[in-house]
């Protein structure tokens, strides 16, 4: 026949993939991380389609091994996948009657599982079963309850593969204006996803169709196009499939050795895919090119191979093209009678299939001249009218006018889509011009009426403003005298919070002067027992134990004073005055004394007191009064940090059920330039909000009525006062510290 019959590859829907497919080699990686059995063989599944475009052998040794491996473990969905995914590699073999038993399979699987997304990959894999076999009326049944679903569900990858599909039924009948249609709604949806691999399918089977409307041009060109995005996405059997077309256009133009070149290239792709339809098929245009170039015993021995391969793939439309190029390769040699046979053959394939379109009447035209050239003038009249009522059908006017104003009103919306977008680039850009100049135009105005107002104004804004400062001035000695009062009740505020725990330091010396006291009064009386008695040496070391308790009575008087003397000296106004300090001990007193004031006023507290204090740091010189202010501060924070995640902890689980004991470590670190102090709590930390706002004025984490919002802020500007930095660490459900660093070394 004049033209080789197109083979054009389906949208490989039959693989259950949501999206672009990733790369072989990404699959194996996360297989080789596989956490579970059904994750192992989820990702296996996916690897059928991307061995498939590589090999097909292999790709179906892969998926009867996935079958198995999921009914071992009754996994149905993985079944279903497995046995949806093999059907498409068994279709490229041309296993049809396996696919079938498959499919219904997977079909029963996936309806008990309500599973409709992958009921509709069924169905256009049930399509395409169809389609392959040239049925183009029931692939396009399946392939439309597909889109019902997906259209439904707003799938677009697997929609634009669809219409794909429809449209190569269209085109196989002929029906180039339903075709174009969808192939066009395919790409445009490809496009949009950015889905490279489905617009190297849609491509192809446009190429096709250009081909059918005898526009060789655009042919060429989406054929090519396909061929490039095949290579850049590793799809080996678009480009095999477009290589085939582009024999098949070739031919058309009648330049049989670009046939040949394309055609033996299609070939030994199909061979090394392991795809024999397409192999058989190639080797057909391959041998009708050597015809018309006269090698009549090389197209001969190229159809004898293709025969093999053609019923092993169980495609009908491939062995009629082997016996359509050997019927032509006789009768280019005149052998006519020779040839009918092979017509014949070609003939009764077509008449079993739903196609329709020019090549079928090519064969009844070379038909009807065999049948002439030996006197068959009866047939030869019956074949030629078939010819003729078909070509007149194909190539009516009007379906070649429906298809071509399909094409160029597609190409036009695409113009005038992008002229719409440059105008409204322009006309943006003029609109933004002109507000620019409106906005600098009204800021001129407003500008100039400005200093106009400032102008007429000037002699009374200079008496306010004479006014107004006298204002401020008069506010900033209000405001630092209201700061100073702030800072002296945040002292007593604290001082408060020491008072519970002072009054158990200072109780401790009283009793041992109370106790001490009773002794001694016991010690004199019996020394005066024994003078009495005449027991002076007796006496005397009564006398001796008399002075060490009376030793004993001032040791403690005295710890009572320094006590009592901390306390007046911590609510007296800060002098500024530095002086040698042990900051271990300044540290190590006002932590007892906090958590002694806590005990107080709660018997039911209770916390790990950890120190952790550098015995090298030595006195350092430092305001001991505020920076112990400091240290009291932080501390109480902490151990009301601590005891607010207790309670709530406790409000929650019994205190058996939770390990939490509420712990708060101090420690002192001497450094090269300084000294740091830590304050540490595992309380509930500080949320991510509000850290930036912690030393904040009248900011405070507490409830209301639980704090004055200024602990932190006025202990940060002290130790900034001095030179120093207050900073925090914190972690959420973890804990806090808080890092005091005071340079200057260890005196």
């Not at 495609?315 to 009918?340: D, F, R, S, W």
């Not at 505020?626 to 009291?632: A, H, K, S």
């Not at 202990?715 to 804990?735: A, H, N, P, Q, R």
Request: aromatic share 8%; charged share 25%.
């Amino acid at each position: 026949m004049k033209k080789i019959l197109s083979l054009i590859f389906c949208f490989s829907l039959i693989f259950a993939v949501k999206a672009q497919n990733p790369t072989i080699d990404s699959l194996k990686n996360e297989l080789a991380k596989a956490p579970t059995e059904k994750k192992r063989i989820d990702i296996s599944n996916e690897l059928i389609q991307p061995t498939g475009e590589i090999n097909l052998n292999s790709a179906i040794v892969l998926g009867n091994k996935m079958i198995l491996e999921s009914r071992k473990i009754k996994y149905k969905w993985g079944e279903a996948n497995a046995l949806t995914n093999t059907s498409g590699v068994l279709m490229m073999k041309g296993d049809f009657e396996q696919v079938k038993k498959n499919l219904d399979k997977a079909e029963g699987l996936f309806t008990a599982l309500n599973d409709t997304s992958s009921l509709s990959l069924i169905y256009g894999s049930k399509g395409q079963m169809y389609g392959m076999q040239s049925q183009y009326d029931s692939a396009n049944c399946y392939y439309f309850k597909a889109v019902a679903i997906q259209e439904a569900e707003g799938t677009s990858a697997n929609l634009g593969r669809n219409y794909g599909n429809i449209a190569i039924g269209f085109l196989m009948q002929s029906k180039y204006q339903q075709a174009l249609k969808y192939q066009q709604k395919g790409l445009e949806i490809a496009q949009s996803l950015h889905n490279t691999r489905s617009e190297a399918y849609i491509m192809l089977n446009m190429g096709i169709t250009y081909q059918r409307m005898l526009d060789a041009k655009r042919s060429e060109k989406a054929l090519l196009e396909a061929v490039r995005l095949a290579k850049e996405t590793g799809l080996k059997n678009v480009e095999v499939y477009a290589y085939s077309n582009l024999a098949s256009l070739f031919s058309t133009l009648e330049n049989w050795n670009e046939t040949y070149k394309y055609a033996l290239k299609a070939a030994e792709m199909g061979k090394a895919t392991g795809d024999v339809s397409i192999e058989a098929a190639s080797y057909s245009k391959a041998a009708l090119a050597l015809a018309h170039l006269k090698r009549y015993d090389e197209a001969k021995e190229l159809v004898d191979r293709g025969m093999a391969d053609a019923e092993a793939s169980g495609q009908p439309l491939i062995l009629a093209q082997l016996h359509e190029a050997m019927g032509k390769t006789l009768l280019l040699q005149e052998k006519y009678e020779e040839a009918i046979p092979y017509y014949e053959k070609t003939r009764d394939i077509f008449a079993q299939t739903d196609e329709y379109d020019e090549n079928i009447g090519a064969i009844y035209q070379n038909l009807a001249k065999c049948y002439e050239e030996t006197a068959r003038f009866d047939e030869a009249l019956t074949s030629f009218k078939k010819y003729a009522a078909i070509n007149d059908s194909i190539r009516s006017r009007e379906n070649v006018q429906k298809g071509t104003e399909q094409m160029m009103t597609y190409e036009f919306e695409k113009t005038q889509e992008a002229q719409r977008a440059d105008q409204k680039r322009k006309d943006a850009v003029a609109k933004a011009r002109q507000w620019v100049l409106a906005i600098v135009l009204a800021l001129s105005l407003m500008l100039v009426f400005v200093i106009y107002r400032a102008l007429r104004s000037k002699k009374k804004s200079n008496a306010k403003l004479q006014a107004q400062k006298e204002e401020v001035q008069n506010a900033l000695l209000k405001l630092k005298s209201t700061q100073s009062q702030l800072i002296q009740a945040e002292k007593m505020a604290s001082l408060g919070e020491l008072t519970a725990g002072i009054a158990h330091e200072i109780q401790n010396p009283l009793n041992f002067v109370n106790n001490f006291s009773e002794v001694s009064k016991d010690l004199v009386k019996e020394m005066n027992e024994e003078i009495d008695n005449g027991n002076y040496d007796y006496a005397k070391e009564i006398a001796a134990d008399l002075v060490l308790s009376l030793d004993k009575i001032n040791h403690h008087g005295k710890r009572a004073d320094g006590i009592v003397k901390g306390m007046l000296q911590h609510s007296r106004a800060s002098s500024d005055v530095k002086e040698p300090t042990n900051i271990n001990t300044l540290a190590d007193e006002y932590f007892r004394l906090a958590y002694h004031g806590l005990r107080a006023k709660d018997k039911s507290f209770n916390a790990t007191l950890e120190t952790n204090f550098d015995k090298t740091i030595g006195t350092v010189d430092i305001a001991r009064q505020d920076i112990g202010r400091v240290v009291l501060n932080l501390i109480t924070n902490a151990f009301y940090a601590v005891g607010a995640k207790k309670i709530l902890l406790d409000r929650s689980l019994p205190s058996e059920a939770h390990p939490y004991q509420p712990t708060v470590i101090v420690s002192t670190k001497k450094l090269a330039d300084g000294i740091e102090i830590r304050i540490h709590d595992n309380g509930n930390g500080i949320p991510d909000g509000v850290k930036d706002k912690i030393f904040q004025p009248f900011f405070t984490t507490k409830p209301t009525g639980e704090g004055t919002g200024l602990g932190l802020s006025l202990s940060y500007d002290i130790v900034k006062k001095y030179g120093g930095e207050l900073t925090m660490e914190t972690k959420e459900g973890k804990g806090t510290t808080f890092i005091i660093f005071m340079p200057g070394n260890g005196v």
